[in-house]
């Protein structure tokens, strides 16, 4: 059982495009994260919720939305995609208690 | 706010020696957490060790073993008995006691291992 899974693993498309990459995580964390790594391998935090309410935006454009329909998913919608998205986006859970984050195995976005 | 730095952008060493991954942090709290977490070529973050900052205990888990000077803001990772599994980008990380705080990581240091 994957603790933390997202789909999809990989995801090709072309600039202007609007899509959705999704998270689920089966660990009961209340709190859950989306990370931006980009090419040099730096990770940034871009959101963060718990209990579905948003905590943390970091001064990410407003082209990204984050949806939490439970606790226990948190998908990532972006609109008009740009060829400065492409990067490896990751989700991450953690308990309400400030242990480490569980993280899924990352998608992979390529904007053309 | 908290800043990560890791200094070694590359490092590598011979299988089986004993290497050393640096860190150092920036912070104005008293009590924190800071973990190291592994990412190999597959791509998934792999915890692994933590270390809570109120414990003067240095953490271990097997071949690694952390060294956290909390005066000097210092929390280095030794690998001992290196194995090409563990060829990966290294990550110290950086988390508040504060509930629902996220993790701020450094830049990471890619370790090679020469067989």
């Known amino acids: 059982d994957t603790a933390v899974s997202q789909t999809p693993k990989y995801l090709v498309t072309q600039m202007g495009n609007d899509k959705s990459i999704k998270c689920e995580q089966n660990l009961g964390h209340d709190t859950m994260y989306w990370y931006k790594q980009d090419s040099k391998k730096f990770l940034k935090i871009m959101f963060s919720?718990?209990?579905?309410?948003?905590?943390i935006n970091e001064t990410v454009p407003n082209r990204f939305s984050p949806k939490s329909p439970d606790k226990a998913h948190l998908n990532l919608h972006i609109n008009s995609l740009e060829l400065g998205d492409s990067a490896v986006y990751f989700c991450?859970?953690?308990?309400?208690?400030?242990?480490?984050?569980?993280f899924g195995q990352g998608t992979r976005l390529t904007v053309v | 706010a908290q800043t990560v730095t890791q200094s070694q952008p590359e490092m590598s060493v011979q299988e089986a020696e004993t290497v050393t991954l640096s860190c150092t942090y920036d912070?104005?709290?008293?009590?924190?957490?800071l973990f190291w977490y592994k990412q190999p070529p597959s791509r998934q973050m792999i915890l692994v060790i933590r270390q809570e900052a109120y414990k003067q205990q240095n953490a271990t888990e097997n071949r690694f073993s952390v060294n956290f000077q909390k005066a000097a803001k210092s929390f280095s990772l030794k690998i001992s008995d290196s194995q090409l599994g563990d060829a990966a980008m290294y990550f110290c990380?950086?988390?508040?006691?504060?509930?629902?705080?996220?993790?701020?990581f450094g830049t990471g240091t890619r370790l090679t291992i020469i067989p």
């Open positions: 919720y718990n209990n579905k309410e948003l905590i």
């Open positions: 912070t104005s709290e008293s009590d924190y957490y």
């Open positions: 991450a859970s953690s308990p309400s208690l400030p242990t480490e984050a569980f």
């Open positions: 990380a950086y988390r508040s006691i504060i509930g629902n705080e996220k993790l701020t």
